[in-house]
């Protein structure tokens, strides 16, 4: 433990400059090393022994990613490097690499200034490498370049020294192209990888070894040399001249922006509030005796804490005791304990500055995306967005019935911890509904509430979560309350795709300044009018005001858009979400006494005009696809493509390179369960395949009747397809 309690005294002592911090992320596809990475970086800290460095995966904590050999949850650690005989604090977060737990990746983004992107040498920028790409820059967060398993190019692939380093450089070329392709600004401001200036680095993280120019010209060792120790398979030697820590630390300390160079531009990006206010002026300046801003990104269980809130500190301090705001929320919450994170320990320190990354028991009412703040009334920072959404439902069952309650409690408790993850539970027919992003998070998610929560449960086989929207427009539609005393008169037509696109990159929200969000409205393709009387955007429908001067609308206006989320939540054919919806109310009668006008009253002639002009304007369904990666023999390729095309798949690209064939094709969620089994037996097991979220595609005319029923019959409703009239009080 002395080691431990030397480096927290380390760690503390250098919290309080923010030029000497570092906050970082490590983001790769699956399996391409990011974890065996994070092990050397803490030997190097002497965190853990060199001799376990790689095979111990200090940073897996959990036994279900030990056993799967993945990484589920995104795990912190602080740690000192020393370069250039100065001491920098550097805050790293290793994230997983699977698709389906890709909202950590996104939500570790939030918390950090920069990325080390990691590269398998032989696979090449794979779907993933380039999702957590996407997310980096879109978060504002600077990349560098790692490129690992160089060794299996050597030993594996035979090639020679010259072909090697032929290859490395189209590597970075491709990245390169990746980040202009993303952001031109950015790469332009000197955002691209550069192995001559230093921000990329070579070597294998399994054998401790590593190179960078920097790192050549102090140590004299040239790629030539390297092949060759490589080839003579003496890696021990190669990792005593040049550690993997010391290259890839030097390489963070060196190109990686310290908070304030990082919060300078990073504040506008997340953040819509006045900069010219005191608080936009501190977190600009990580001013650590200002006001706190801080955001929340994670949220996890201590079994004796309580309730964890890990997130990034702006501006303003941390300490024990202090009364928070937390957005949202009507009462203060007062903050238990201050910690920072060493793997799976939480140890506990006085204060934690501005440009640190913190975790604080006590902020009951926190949620993942919270602004924690001791300025009432501040502008919440910008909600995290995800790059896919949950696709894949199960109904959860307790086997036993006194655990019944506990469970709605558990379900809670992990949806609390993990946003990507949607818990439905339907009062109707008594389900409770967990949606998440694949197979694997959900069997991920159950197996935790069976270990950790000690409740036991059985789960359905997983269904797909479909969307509502509509092929044309219609209107105006009217609806009237229940006493005949109020009308509402809505249009409904389909959202314009370039203000979908901006709603979901979340580059426009109601938080923000109303100037800013007409312009880039206007832009998208909405005309003024329309983009001045948006009232609400709910996932990714917007209603919008049209009328003129009615009286009474502005103290009604709250229960109209009541009735018109319970719409989006579930729509009228079979009660799934909505998506790319354009509701405009374009007249209304109010009664002039407010109790004619109350809940009762208002809001189902709000939802009934809704439903029914959405059945009137073709309501169908979309249903989520995946894009589907697969690296197979060429001699098994026909298995591959008959197993995508028996699917309802389409091919979209193939080409090969040596012996292998690259498929690149996409497939309805729907048909792909089982997918896994099928394709090993299909290839004779010799099959890689990854998939990505593609987004919504329109479900086929032949299947609609046939899916609309089995959904309406599986959640209890008349089989039968609704018509409009159903809607409307004669």
Known sequence: MGRRKKMVERVTALMGTPEMIRNIGIVAHIDHGKTTLSDNLLAGAGMISKELAGKQLFMDSDEEEQARGITIDASNVSMVHEYEGKEYLINLIDTPGHVD?????????????????????????????????????????????????????????????????????KLIDHVNKLIRGMNEERYKA????????????????????????PMMKKTGVSFNQIYEYCKNDDMKSLAEKCPLHEVVNDMVVRFLPNPIEAQKGRVGVIWHGDKESPIGKAMMNADASADLAFMVTDISMDPHAGEVATGRIFSGSLTRGMEVFVSGAAKKNRIQQVGIFMGPERIEVEKIP????????????????????????????????????????????????????????????????????????????????????????????????????????????????????????????????????????????????GVIELIRNGDISMNMQELERREK??????????????????????????????????????????????????????????????????DAKLHEDAVHRGPAQVIPASRQAIQAAMLMAGDTLLEPYQKVFIQVPQDQMGGATKEIQGRRGIIMDMHSEGDTTIIEAKAPVAALFGFAGDIRSATEGRAMWSTEFAGFEPLPANLLNEIVGSI???????????????????
């Open 101 to 169: 737990f890709g909202g950590d990746v996104t939500r570790a983004m939030r918390a950090v200034d920069g990325a080390v992107v990691v590269i398998d040498a032989v696979e090449g920028t794979m779907p993933q490498t380039e999702t957590v790409l996407r997310q980096a820059l879109r978060e504002h967060v600077k990349p560098v370049l790692f490129i690992n398993k160089v060794d299996r190019l050597i030993n594996e692939l035979q090639v020679d020294s010259q072909e090697m380093q032929i290859r490395l450089g």
């Open 190 to 213: 000197g955002w691209k990888v550069d192995a001559a200036i230093g921000t990329v680095a070579f070597g294998s993280a399994l054998y401790n070894w590593a190179i960078s120019v």
């Open 354 to 497: 501005a440009g640190n990354i913190a975790a604080v028991t006590g902020l009951k009412d926190a949620i993942v995306g919270s602004t924690v703040t001791t300025l009432e009334g501040m502008t919440p920072f910008e909600s995290i967005k995800h790059a896919s959404e949950p696709v894949v439902t199960v109904a959860v069952e307790a086997k036993h019935m006194k655990d019944l309650p506990k469970l709605v409690e558990v379900l809670r408790q992990v949806a609390k911890e993990d946003p990507t993850l949607r818990i439905t539970l339907d009062e109707e027919t008594g389900e409770h509904l967990m949606a998440g992003m694949g197979e694997l998070h959900l069997e991920v998610i159950a197996h935790r509430i069976e270990r950790d929560k000690g409740v036991e449960i059985t789960t359905t086989p997983p269904i797909v979560v479909y969307r509502e929207t509509i092929r044309g427009k219609a209107g105006p539609v009217e609806g009237k309350s229940p006493n005949r005393h109020n009308r509402f008169y809505v249009e409904i037509e389909p959202l314009e795709p």
């Open 521 to 586: 409205l206007i832009a998208a393709g909405m005309n003024k009018d329309e983009a001045k009387g948006i009232v609400d955007i709910y996932e990714s429908n917007v209603y919008i005001d049209m009328t003129k001067g009615i009286q009474y609308l502005n103290e009604t206006m709250e229960l109209i858009l009541e009735g018109f989320q319970e719409v989006m939540k579930a729509g009228p054919l079979s009660r799934e979400p909505c998506m790319g919806i354009k509701v405009k109310l374009v």
């Open 712 to 730: 309406r019959q599986r959640k209890g409703l008349k089989k039968e397809i609704p018509q409009a009239s159903d809607f409307l009080s004669m």
